[in-house]
């Protein structure tokens, strides 16, 4: 909706829907990667026999995690925020302005970066270290020294990140260019077509969420934009994978032996996405589908965050369990900067844009 198609008090509660979806994706996002991150390398057998038929449904001190702790998922998803938000605060471009952001984390992971650029960096509660990714670490050390990083991973690291690109992103910005840039973020660190293309199609679902779309049509959306902006055969994995993730909750919630087996562990990308959608697609509601998305043998804390970031989008923060907002490692940074998007996205809307502008 364009802001002159709308009354004041119009905008006012439009704006405010706006701004709790943003909180919502963000903060539900954090809260699966904290429920998921005690299980992460556990086989469901195990997370059955500690937590019960229904998994781990809240946050645990147990297997030396702190109670609601985060982990490189929301940590790396926070500075990729920084970076696109610096790049529109400053009209610059939004690759760049990520990959000195990661450069950032990178040196908060122990690191040997000659620049602190942001703030985030300086925040001390950030440089814990919880099982970062291997190929985000060696891809950073390389661009750290201005080389490119030379891989062929399709690790889930380069999806798990990239929601901010949808809060971020001016409201008329075609999905073309919402895909190209969340792949772009990702193929900084994962040069597989199965690392960097889910990140395209999770951004341009979360987008679509934001807006009045089902997970169902948000998913259209986000293999409409596979479709057109990869080739058949790079996108030939990401695309099975979503279609086999509506078959999977084609039936109701999935079993978690059935996740693995259909859907994979989610330690690729196009698998992690798989999941956290299938989750998305079957779950009654926001804590039903990040319960599922974590409980299963794979990558629990990456499942966890992008059903999250869906979900959250669809739903808002009401949506969220309080006891999962209450204990939440670095509540108060990702509020902190949701204010910042919120703001960018009054700025936008005030303008009424409808151009794709620098953000994009
Ligand atoms: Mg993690």
């Not at 760049?96 to 990178?106: C, H, I, K, P, S």
């Not at 996740?259 to 989750?279: K, R």
């Amino acid at each position: 909706m364009r802001t002159s198609d709308r009354g004041v008090w119009g905008n006012i509660v439009i704006d405010l829907i706006d701004t709790d979806r943003v909180r919502g994706c963000l903060l539900a996002g954090a809260a699966g990667d904290a429920l998921g991150a005690p299980v992460e390398f556990d086989s469901w057998s195990r997370i059955e026999h500690d937590f019960g038929s229904r998994g781990i449904t809240g946050y645990t001190a147990q297997r030396g995690f702190g109670f609601g702790a985060i982990t490189d998922d929301t940590q790396m998803t926070l500075f990729t925020l920084e970076g696109l938000l610096r790049a529109r605060e400053r009209g610059t471009d939004p690759v760049d302005e990520v990959r000195t952001a990661y450069l950032d984390w990178f040196a908060t992971q122990g690191g040997d970066v000659p620049h602190r650029t942001g703030e985030l960096v300086h925040d001390r509660r950030l440089h814990a270290r919880r099982a970062p990714g291997l190929t985000c670490l060696s891809a950073l050390e390389a661009l750290a020294v201005g080389k490119a990083a030379v891989n062929d991973s399709k690790g889930c690291g380069g999806v798990m990140r990239v929601a901010p690109v949808a809060l971020v992103a001016e409201p008329g910005a075609p999905d073309w260019a919402i895909f190209t840039l969340a792949a772009e973020l990702a193929r900084l660190t994962h040069h597989h077509p199965s690392g960097f293309l889910p990140a395209g199609v999770l951004a341009v679902m979360v987008r679509a969420l934001l807006g009045t779309a089902s997970v169902e049509q948000a998913l259209d959306a986000g293999l409409t934009s596979l479709r057109e902006n990869a080739g058949a055969e790079e996108r030939a994995e990401t695309e099975r994978a979503l279609h086999d993730a509506v078959a999977s909750a084609r039936g109701g919630t999935p079993p978690p032996g059935r996740i693995e087996q259909h859907l994979g562990g989610g330690w690729t990308g196009e698998s992690a996405l798989a999941i956290a959608v299938c989750a998305a697609l079957c779950a009654s509601d926001l804590r039903d589908g990040v319960r599922v998305a974590v409980n299963h043998s794979g990558d629990s804390d990456s499942t966890g965050a992008i059903a999250g970031n869906l979900l959250g989008a669809r739903d808002g923060v009401a949506a969220i369990p309080p006891e999962w907002l209450d204990r939440l490692e670095c509540r108060d940074l990702v509020e902190k900067l949701a204010e910042q998007v919120a703001r960018v996205r009054g700025r936008a809307a005030l303008r009424g844009c409808s151009g794709p502008g620098p953000g994009c």
